[in-house]
């Protein structure tokens, strides 16, 4: 039935569902340009806005994907999954604010469904809760994202909770916290708060608890408990061969070699991480490893006095994950050091625009930023 516009979507959704080791960009446009004209035939098919979004997910191709991200939500304005999907086009753009508001209409509309059925929130709404948390992250609105954490506990701990997504939030959301924030002491009280045990997770889990605990414990000096962490991390990975959790295992053994004054060893530990991540196909809303590498790397580079170098993989990881905030500080004191003042100015005007809103000490940390990068470039 060519002419059937629902049997052209649900084909462009089966070309979609082919790309079976992540975003290939030719399956991807393929489907993109069936459902197109299924769109533009009736721009009211939620099927077409759908599948358009998830087909220019990535930040090369989401400016593509505006046009069905602000009519989805009107479209099935009671779905939460279609208050969600906009959001997946705004965070690939670094547009906080509409992907954050998306995501709070999302959860709400899923609470509401659960309420009504007198059961446990569904995994649409721990989705919504995932990525809202990230986009305040980025906002620099750190009590809000703890907030947010806080309401994904009181679902995720719940008798009635179905397994699945909460399970994965219980221990994703407190290392995505503690990252972002660099509250690094915060780590464990967090994941003693979501009853979160890393024997009792799969590899995927185990690993990334251990591998953040022991990122964590290496920030406050403490090597012991990081290299113990490194053991317990490359236990649980065994014989995985998940690049995603090889690339944490290389972050933690490039950061404990850094903090034992290792420099050479740490920075080709960081180096194969962010090879590693680098290879990836590009993926889509928030980031998996918690901790990208080329932006530990960045940091790292900093720490060692070679800015130049560091602001590269700081805009590396800024195509990667538009306008996130640790890369944007990053990429701004990093461009100081190296004095190029133009790109170190357009991004600190980057995250003021999107600090708008923050908490008080973010916004202080932001002036400090200014004002080190003025004294910078008297020195100069």
């Known amino acids: 039935y060519p002419d059937d516009l629902d049997a052209q979507a649900f ?19 393929r489907a993109a340009s069936i459902v197109e004209e299924v769109f533009d035939a009736n721009p ?145 009280p967090l994941l003693e708060t979501m009853n979160v045990s890393p024997s009792a997770l799969e590899a995927r889990g185990a690993v990334s608890v251990h591998a953040a605990r022991g990122l964590a414990a290496a920030r406050q000096g403490n090597l012991s408990a990081a290299r113990t962490a490194l053991q317990e991390a490359q236990s649980a990975l065994g014989d995985d061969p998940s690049d995603a959790l090889r690339i944490q295992i290389h972050e933690l053994e490039g950061l404990i070699a850094l ?18 991540e680098m290879a990836r196909p590009l993926d889509f809303g928030p980031p998996f490893p918690v901790k990208p590498a080329p932006e530990l790397y960045g940091e790292a580079l900093l720490s060692a006095g070679r800015p130049a170098e560091a602001l590269d993989q700081f805009t590396a990881t800024l195509e990667r994950y538009p306008r996130r905030a640790l890369s944007l500080w990053g990429k701004a004191t990093a461009a100081a050091r190296a004095n190029r003042p133009e790109v170190a100015q357009a991004a600190r005007t980057a995250l003021s625009e999107q600090w708008t809103g923050a908490d008080p000490a973010v916004r202080d940390r932001l002036q400090s930023l200014s004002t080190a990068a003025t004294s910078s470039s008297d020195a100069r």
Do not use: C
């Open 11 to 29: 084909h462009a959704l089966s070309i979609l569902g082919t790309a079976h080791e992540g975003r290939d960009f030719a399956t991807y446009m």
């Open 259 to 276: 903090t034992a004054g290792d420099t050479a060893a740490g920075l080709d530990h960081l180096q194969t991480a962010t090879d590693l």
């Open 44 to 188: 009211q098919h939620p099927g077409a806005a759908h599948y358009l979004i998830h087909a220019y997910d990535d930040p090369v191709h989401a400016p593509l994907g505006l046009r069905p991200a602000r009519v989805y939500a009107d479209i099935a304005p009671a779905a939460p999954h279609a208050l969600h999907m906009p959001s997946h086009i705004f965070f690939a753009l670094g547009k906080w604010d509409r992907g954050a508001q998306s995501n709070v209409d999302s959860y709400e509309a899923a609470k509401a469904k659960a309420e009504e059925a007198g059961e446990g929130l569904s995994g649409g709404g721990f989705h919504a809760l995932h990525w809202l948390h990230y986009g305040r992250l980025q906002q620099g609105r750190h009590a809000d994202a703890r907030a947010v954490l806080d309401t994904t506990r009181r679902h995720a701990t719940a008798p009635d909770v179905a397994t699945g997504y909460a399970d994965y939030m219980r221990w994703y959301m407190p290392l995505a916290h503690v990252m972002g924030t660099e509250q690094w002491g915060r780590l464990d």
